[in-house]
């Protein structure tokens, strides 16, 4: 059976799909249309481009760390980033490989200037072996 869900837990999971349909609408996702890895990396570069709103990108990776550090003490746990990874359907097996090559200095948690740092390298970058590329947990094949 499942456990309720705490009052406070249920507002932080409220908030984090509020503020993830936020992402997903300054980024042009529609109910309803699915889009492959390649796409969603073209979708993020041409928003990162466009001359009216220039930091869109940023914007939205700035809400999603937001809605990851569901405490909001101003850092991401392995705990919240598991969550996440839960959430989004990766898998909590996939968390700690992804939280470990997004955590820089090794200090067991995710700053915003890692978050954002790997963020924007996994849409600029073309490397597959760049640490960013875990970013959103393993690239498919």
Wanted: charge should be negative; proline fraction near 6%; glycine fraction near 6%.
């Amino acid at each position: 059976p499942r456990q309720a869900v705490p009052p406070r837990e249920r507002v932080h999971q409220r908030e984090w799909v509020l503020d993830f349909i936020g992402v997903c609408d300054i980024i042009g996702f529609r109910p309803g249309v699915k889009i492959n890895l390649e796409q969603f990396i073209q979708l993020m570069a041409d928003t990162e481009e466009k001359d009216s709103r220039p930091a869109t990108g940023r914007e939205a990776m700035s809400v999603l760390f937001d809605a990851v550090d569901t405490d909001a003490d101003g850092v991401i746990s392995l705990k919240e980033f598991e969550v996440y990874f839960d959430a989004m359907g990766v898998g909590k097996k996939h968390a700690k490989a992804s939280f470990n090559a997004i955590d820089s200095d090794s200090d067991g948690r995710i700053s915003r200037d890692e978050f954002m740092s790997t963020a924007l390298d996994f849409f600029n970058s073309t490397d597959p072996a760049h640490p960013s590329a875990l970013f959103f947990g393993p690239l498919a094949n």
